[in-house]
């Protein structure tokens, strides 16, 4: 059973907004600090946000003020709400915990602005 279950990328217009969708087990969702990642071509993976299980938050400057994580947990499930999207913002995003491991890495999710 995949741990981490990343949803909700596509394809949108520079200044549009979308919303990814991480369902987690309850075990590593109860316990852990998550985090957003992601990766555009030709360059190395960043974490973008997280947050931890009271609720508190961490941005990457890049994404400070556009983008929110929250997490529901009722259905053991984290979001990146992305706002004002850029071109720079293409990439495959990816969940798991903070700090990440290696075993919870999962397909990710394709997010690509055009401009």
């Known amino acids: 059973q995949v741990p981490l279950v990343e949803s909700g990328g596509g394809l949108v217009q520079a200044g549009g907004s979308l919303r990814l969708s991480c369902a987690a087990s309850r075990s590593i969702f109860s316990r852990s600090t998550l985090g957003w990642y992601r990766q555009a071509p030709g360059k190395q993976r960043e974490l973008v946000a997280t947050?931890?299980?009271?609720?508190?938050?961490y941005y990457a400057d890049s994404v400070k003020g556009r983008f929110t994580i929250s997490r529901d947990n009722a259905k053991n499930t984290m979001y990146l709400q992305m706002n004002t999207l850029k071109p720079e913002d293409t990439a495959v995003y990816y969940c798991?915990?903070?700090?990440?491991?290696?075993?919870?890495w999962g397909q990710g999710t394709q997010v690509t602005v055009s401009s």
């Open positions: 798991n915990v903070d700090p990440s491991l290696r075993a919870y």
């Open positions: 947050c931890t299980p009271g609720g508190r938050t």
